[in-house]
């Protein structure tokens, strides 16, 4: 919870929210060079990037950015029920966490649509 608190995105959360949306998800630690998400497959999982350094790519426009611990990604397609729009790979030794759509729905949609 307390590496949750830390990501700007759920500053907003209530206490309880985010005790809640910790508890749900997952902690992963995932080596370099380990494709996280991959493009064209269902997204199934939203993922906050809590260490390390990753890329994100697209098939037709290579390259796009590179995510750094608090950023989060996977939200474009729970959010629009599309497959992956993005390739996102390990780039150093990262630490993962990860929430299922039923959780995204729940506890995080709510953050984006209040954004809109």
Do not use: N
Not at 64 to 89: K, Q, S, W
């Amino acid at each position: 919870m307390t590496e949750l608190a830390r990501i700007g995105l759920f500053g907003s959360l209530p206490g309880e929210t985010l005790t809640k949306l910790a508890g749900r998800m997952l902690r992963d630690e995932v080596a370099a060079g380990t494709v996280i998400v991959r493009e064209g497959e269902p997204g199934d999982r939203f993922y906050v990037l809590l260490s390390g350094v990753a890329g994100v790519s697209q098939s037709a426009l290579g390259e796009r950015r590179i995510l750094r611990a608090g950023e989060f990604f996977g939200e474009v397609a729970l959010t629009m029920r599309v497959p992956r729009t993005a390739t996102v790979t390990a780039m150093t030794p990262c630490v993962v966490a990860s929430c299922d759509a039923a959780t995204f729905d729940e506890l995080v949609r709510p953050l984006f649509v209040d954004d809109e």
